[in-house]
């Protein structure tokens, strides 16, 4: 058993401490629960690094607010820079109008996002990616953009298999049914 346990002296007339009056409080379930959601986190963390994807997490506005560590190492960047609306800087400026539109509405309308654009590599050059989030609504109903993935292997080229990348493409899927 754990407890939370807080205790005061008690005062009497003459202004003396004469006692002591405390309460305690079973916190045991409580802190079972919090190794449990520490646990968790800790193999979603686990689970994000070990993935050979680029992949990052957005607040219910839009705002990045956690990328793993091949994201860091493939713009070059520290994590702060990219988080809010920082990525932006490294999307290729002829992708960045409809990239960014896209985003909104999906994150407005909480729909599926994807995206074929061009990021820019921390060597300069900028490559073919495909970008998708999936909405993840919290226990109060927020919206909030899901883990988010990039090929593996992105391309210098346009792309051949798989999907096609054309200048102004940019599609939004509604969620399945």
């Not at 992708?95 to 590599?121: F, I, M, N």
């Amino acid at each position: 058993m754990l407890l939370d346990t807080v205790k005061t002296p008690f005062f009497g007339a003459d202004g003396q401490a004469s006692g002591v009056v405390g309460i305690s409080r079973d916190v045991t379930e409580r802190k079972r629960f919090e190794q449990r959601l520490a646990d968790s986190e800790a193999r979603y963390r686990a689970l994000s690094e070990l993935l050979p994807q680029m992949v990052w997490t957005a607040t219910a506005d839009g705002a990045l607010d956690y990328t793993n560590d091949w994201v860091i190492e493939y713009f070059g960047c520290g994590a702060e820079q990219l988080a809010g609306a920082g990525w932006q800087k490294y999307v290729h400026p002829e992708d960045l109008p409809a990239v960014s539109a896209c985003w909104r509405q999906a994150v407005e309308s909480g729909s599926v996002y994807e995206a074929e654009l061009r990021l820019r590599h921390h060597s300069g050059r900028y490559f073919y990616h495909l970008a998708r989030a999936v909405p993840h609504r919290d226990s109060q109903a927020q919206s909030r953009s899901g883990t988010v993935a990039a090929p593996t292997f992105p391309s210098a080229r346009k792309p051949r298999s798989g999907w096609s990348y054309r200048p102004g493409y940019f599609r939004k899927r509604t969620k399945p049914s």
